[in-house]
T-cell receptor, first 113, second 114 residues
């Protein structure tokens, strides 16, 4: 079946540190991949996405590259800020137009000033 | 409203009681989803509504769970005879079109079954 595995948290970093949150997936066919973010007190919102192999999604300084050979979609940011503190969820969509997303368990990120 | 609205934000109930959770999607969004987030777990898909089509109920964990969507807008998730393992955050999401490319989530209902 389709599944997503994220690195376990929580992750705590200092401001301006480099961030990587690992995500690997298991899926048949050619899924689309997503990162969602949940800021404190808010609902999940789409951060970035990639729909085919070697695509790079980017937003707000975050990037993730769809690596089919390693079935990964790691989230990276070169210099994190306190405002990036949130829970990050990796997700896949089995195929474009598929009805639901399969989510990982989430990784809580805390950035200290 | 501007976003997906869920109510109540918190619900504490006793084991065996029924609960109803409400979701108001973004106006005009035809697709509506319910997910559940248990402690330490990922988001678990429960049910999906799309327009007037029959809902996809494949994620409902037992027949104690049901959901309806009236008039293609507001949705209610009902849990009958609640159990302690039902304790979780119940999230509702909507999207403008069929397919899950971009979901807009509510802040969720924290359900605690004592």
């Amino acid at each position: 079946g389709n599944s997503v595995t994220q690195m376990e948290g929580p992750v705590t970093l200092s401001e301006e540190a480099f961030l990587t949150i690992n995500c690997t997936y298991t899926a048949t066919g050619y899924p689309s991949l997503f990162w969602y973010v949940q800021y404190p007190g808010e609902g999940l919102q789409l951060l970035l996405k990639a729909t085919k192999a070697d695509d790079k999604g980017s937003n707000k300084g975050f990037e993730a590259t769809y690596r089919k050979e390693t079935t990964s979609f790691h989230l990276e940011k070169g210099s994190v800020q306190v405002s990036d503190s949130a829970v990050y969820f990796c997700a896949l969509q089995r195929s474009q137009g598929a009805q639901k997303l399969v989510f990982g368990q989430g990784t809580r990120l805390t950035i200290n000033p | 409203g501007a976003g997906v609205s869920q109510s109540p934000s918190n619900k504490v109930t006793e084991k065996g009681k029924d609960v109803e959770l409400r979701c108001d999607p973004i106006s005009g969004h035809t697709a509506l989803y319910w997910y559940r987030q248990s402690l330490g777990q990922g988001l678990e898909f429960l049910i999906y509504f799309q327009g007037n089509s029959a809902p996809d109920k494949s994620g409902l964990p037992s027949d104690r769970f049901s959901a309806e969507r009236t008039g293609g807008s507001v949705s209610t998730l009902t849990i009958q005879r609640t159990q302690q393992e039902d304790s979780a955050v119940y999230l509702c999401a909507s999207s403008l079109v069929q397919g899950a490319e971009k979901l807009f989530f509510g802040s969720g209902t924290q359900l605690s079954v004592l």
